[in-house]
């Protein structure tokens, strides 16, 4: 089996980026510091004896790996606490200000981890620990910071992918869109049905910032953005990254996304919701969703669910099998957690094993494992097995795997980015400020 291809590595390309990395630690650190101010709560991170995690609520098939984990050690078990995509980084900076973080946290790798790890807040991982041969290597790379492995892949392949609803399409006499040109096409004659050509929970920022992500690939490659991620701000300035913002605004202006993007948010699943009730005809999202829609609208998804991998560019310089998306979410572990051994248990023997990975793929999910071929060649049903082999050959075949930006990055760019994305979508800054914006958000 072929590794998936090389994600961007924060922390390890280049002197700049790692000067940037350290500039970022100091200031998790002083945001850390702040937030313990005051604080009258416990400073130990955990209880003498059981552990405590924390997670996203959409999580299901990770919470069945810490039921499993409570049956075998009743007398020690993981107390585990799930929160709301949009509201946990923030509930987790502040646990880790205020001394108060659980021993085994939920993160996306990139620069978030590495500004905890620089400040010291997250242990190393190692192969005796952890068993870390198992797992699809490049996968691993997101949470390898100086050459050592701060967290555990936790779930499956998350690349980021275009579903559409095959009625509306019909209805509408069109096809799915295999360029940007006919992607504007669909738009216009999906529009004119009375549809809203694409949904968008714009409210919550990360879902536009796609868009953004696979057109600055789609417009001047992947090597965009790796000087970015490397420590460059002069990069947001990058003729790419102008025009990326032009065709964002101009998919907006051709009202591809309604007239009420804005008032959507994603943890409602509200945009979800518009795909598969036909109010919408398309929506640009991670293939978590594919879980989501069968789980919601089990009838819809086998009739009329479709997807396909974002439009390519006929006049870009980037290479249409990229994609954007998150490799997979890691567990880490609290540097200062009083149950280390309990903690290393749990990630190496319930943590994607045998059990998870079979509930992954039941669920319609690769999990990033190594030797995965014959479990996937004996998926009994035909739509998940066309899933699957879906996600898996669009990871396997892709040249770049992406993480998301708003991960790959800093903290301290995380907010003016998703601030500048919003700005940009609404129109409400002029294409080339986008750039100037985030040039100065990044020296």
């Not at 980037?318 to 490799?327: A, F, L, Q, S, T």
């Not at 572990?333 to 903690?343: F, G, T, V």
């Not at 075949?397 to 940009?424: H, R």
Request: hydrophobic share 40%; glycine share 8%; charged share 20%.
């Amino acid at each position: 089996m072929r590794g998936i291809p090389a994600v961007s590595q924060p922390g390890t390309l280049g002197a700049p980026r790692r000067r940037r990395a350290a500039v970022a630690a100091v200031t998790v650190m002083a945001a850390l510091g702040l937030a313990a101010c005051g604080s009258s709560g416990p400073s130990a991170t955990s209880s003498a004896k059981g552990l405590t995690m924390w997670a996203l609520n959409d999580q299901t098939i990770l919470k069945q790996s810490v039921d499993a984990y409570n049956k075998d050690h009743p007398d020690a078990k993981i107390t585990l606490r799930l929160f709301a995509n949009d509201d946990y980084k923030q509930k987790l900076r502040v646990a880790f200000g205020a001394n108060q973080a659980p021993d085994i946290f939920f993160s996306w790798g990139g620069g978030a981890l590495d500004d905890y790890v620089k400040a010291g807040k997250v242990d190393t991982l190692t192969d005796a620990q952890v068993d870390l041969l198992r797992f699809t290597p490049s996968v691993l790379k997101s949470a390898t910071f100086d050459g050592q492995v701060y967290g555990v892949p936790a779930n499956g392949l998350a690349p980021v992918v275009l579903y559409y609803n095959k009625k509306v399409f019909k209805d509408a006499g069109v096809q799915p869109p295999k360029t940007y040109a006919d992607l504007l096409t669909d738009v216009k004659k999906i529009k004119s049905a009375g549809v809203t050509p694409i949904s968008l929970a714009a409210n919550s920022k990360w879902p536009t910032l796609m868009y953004l992500e696979y057109l600055l690939d789609r417009e001047g490659g992947s090597q965009v953005f790796d000087e970015i991620a490397a420590g460059s701000a002069a990069g947001w300035k990058d003729a790419p990254v102008t025009a990326a913002n032009t065709r964002l605004q101009e998919l907006a202006k051709a009202g591809a996304f309604g007239d009420n993007a804005s008032s959507v948010s994603y943890d409602q699943g509200a945009s979800t919701a518009l795909l598969y009730t036909g109010k919408a005809g398309m929506e640009l999202m991670g293939t978590w969703e594919y879980a989501n829609i069968v789980k919601a609208a089990p009838d819809f998804a086998k009739k009329d669910l479709g997807y396909v991998a974002f439009p390519s560019l006929s006049d870009g310089k980037g290479d249409p099998k990229d994609i954007v998306g998150n490799p997979s979410n890691f567990l880490s572990l609290n540097s200062k957690s009083k149950n280390k051994s309990a903690a290393l248990t749990y990630l190496k023997d319930y943590v994607l094993n045998d059990s998870q990975v079979d509930a992954y793929l039941a669920a319609g999910s690769v999990p990033p494992v190594n030797k995965l071929d014959a479990k996937l060649a004996a998926v009994s049903s035909a739509d998940d097995k066309k899933w699957l082999t879906f996600v898996y050959d669009l990871v396997q075949n892709s040249p770049n795997f992406q993480l998301s930006w708003d991960q790959a990055l800093p903290s301290d760019q995380a907010d003016p980015l998703l601030t500048n994305v919003d700005k940009s979508f609404l129109g409400q800054i002029e294409p080339e400020e986008f750039g100037t914006n985030m040039s100065k958000a990044a020296q």
